[in-house]
């Protein structure tokens, strides 16, 4: 494996470090983000939470960062002696996606923007597989990697002061999950009737960083039928 | 919103300092006790009626079951605390007590709502204490650099350091939107981590300085970061309010 590309240090609070990578997103580097990550929670009794992005990790520690010197050397050196298992790969998941117009305001829009027909948009956009890099801007929010070129696309002009919870949405070179209604900028091609985050549950969401996810083409009656096995608490999703 | 005041109301009942409280922002309940109770009251003054009667606004009341406490308006700052002794006892999910939109049931109180308390452990009075009603509120927020602070031109680092900004009508306990703008630029970040206190710098130039409500991630540059004190004192202002950053080292 290649040699790991160091990290630079920010102290932005007193009991707060960032930590970025100046390395392009990848599927190596984020082996690297979970395993560092997993490693300084067991080793800092003060760290009470980390939070990952796409090339940083942000420690929060309950106290003052005291020795600042002697902290940023230990992370380096942790980073540098630790063992990253290329063979991990996480969890898959399959997750069924309607690509029913009638849950996909911009199914249309988005198909003329690409140049590209409706059902091309739904084929290559539910045969690719796609990496959870983290979990962030909304409770349950997965950020995905791994959008196929051909639907790459800017982000709406004007955002949607709502987005329904359940739908799949393309913005960037990313595409993504609402897991509840807000406003949203990115373009809606589906929606999901499984429930993404369930704060009752002892793990909340169904995914981690590292997991592996596909989207499932269902049929609008498939849709209600599995809307109305989540009402009555029957819908569980499963990995692969 | 406001730690500080939130510290200093459990303070004044000895509970642990994170105990939950009630946050009544601009305005406040009334209030049925089921039982006598002595509550306690840090941050903004609010008017304050007991038993529809009004009384001098204090930090430390002691309630007779059946009395009723209303609290008006804020006279001064934005957000009062209400601790009471032991502190509320909501339900506690994900590790936390407190409300939030889209993880508790409701994200604030409702009418006829019942709060349940530890109860009172002392029967003897204790002195009410009256509040500082004169308080005012600091216009400096202390700011250290953010990671992205290096983006910032001069020109731009004099009128953050030097210029009165103002909160704009877009507030909310996630973030408020400042009325003033810098100038637009096209840095592209990869999404990152962000905390409450971080300061946003959107590509048409806005500024959004992320509140204890806010995401955890974010793609705008961080330019700059509130100390807890900075948020403490931001959180008694709103609408309108003007304020000053003050750089300080971490």
Redesign the interface.
């Known amino acids: 494996m290649d040699k790991k590309t160091s990290f630079q240090f ?5 009991n ?1 470090v ?1 930590l ?1 990578w100046n390395e392009t ?1 990848s599927d190596s580097l984020l082996l690297e983000l979970v395993t560092f990550r997993k490693l300084l929670l067991n080793k800092f009794e003060t760290l009470i939470q980390v ?8 420690l ?1 520690h309950s106290h003052p960062i005291k020795k600042r010197d002697v902290y940023h050397a230990e992370l380096l050196s942790l980073f540098n002696s630790m063992s990253v298992d290329l063979s991990s790969k996480g969890k898959k998941w399959q997750i069924p996606v309607c690509y029913d117009p009638s849950l996909a305001p911009d199914l249309t829009s988005l198909a003329e923007l690409l140049k590209l027909d409706k059902s091309e948009v739904i084929d290559v956009h539910a045969n690719a597989t796609y990496t959870v890099y ?1 979990i ?4 349950g929010f997965l ?1 995905l990697n791994g959008l196929p070129s051909a639907l790459e696309c800017p982000r709406k002009k004007q955002p949607s002061p709502r987005v329904e919870a359940g739908s799949i949405a393309i913005g960037g070179k990313q595409t993504g999950i609402y ?2 209604a807000s406003p949203g900028g990115w373009h809606i091609i589906g929606k999901t009737p499984y429930p993404l ?1 369930r ?2 549950q002892k793990k ?1 969401c169904f995914a981690q960083a590292g997991d592996r996810i596909v989207f499932k083409s269902i049929s609008l009656e498939e849709y209600k039928e599995m809307t109305y096995q989540r009402a009555n608490g029957n819908l569980i999703i499963q990995p692969q | 919103m406001d730690h500080t005041a939130m510290h200093e109301a459990n303070a004044l009942l000895g509970n642990p300092k994170n105990s939950a409280v009630l946050e009544m922002s601009f305005q406040g309940p009334k209030l049925l006790f089921h039982q006598p109770l002595q509550i306690a009251l840090a941050g903004a003054t609010m008017e304050i009626r007991l038993n529809g009667k009004k009384i001098k606004p204090l930090n430390l009341i002691s309630v007779e079951k059946n009395e009723t406490l209303q609290f008006g308006n804020v006279l001064n700052g934005k957000r009062t605390y209400l601790a009471v002794e032991g502190g509320f006892q909501s339900e506690t ?2 590790g936390s007590q407190s409300q939030y939109e ?3 049931k409701y994200a604030t109180l409702r009418k006829n709502e019942i709060l349940h308390t530890a109860g009172s452990t002392q029967n003897q009075k204790s002195k009410n204490l009256i509040m500082e009603v004169a308080k005012s509120f600091k216009n400096l927020i202390p700011v ?1 650099k ?2 992205d602070y290096a983006l910032l031109s001069e020109k731009e680092i004099k009128r953050l350091t030097s210029e009165l900004f103002t909160i704009s009508v877009q507030n909310s306990r996630m973030a408020y939107v400042l009325e003033e703008k810098l100038t637009p630029h096209e840095a592209s970040l ?4 962000v ?1 409450p ?1 971080t300061v946003q710098y959107t590509p048409n130039g806005s500024l959004i300085i992320l509140m204890r409500d806010a ?4 793609g705008y540059p ?1 330019i700059l ?1 509130l ?2 004190e900075g948020i403490n004192c931001l959180a008694q202002k709103s609408t309108r309010d003007p304020f000053q950053f003050e750089l300080v080292e ?1």
Do not use: A, K
């Open positions: 920010f102290l932005i609070h007193p707060v960032l970025e997103p939070t990952q992005g796409y090339q940083s990790l942000m929060y983290f962030g801007f909304l409770p950020y897991p509840r985050f704060p009752e909340p | 999910v994900l889209g993880v508790t250290y953010g990671p990869w999404t990152g981590p905390m206190g995401q955890t991630t974010g961080r970061q100390s807890d971490i």
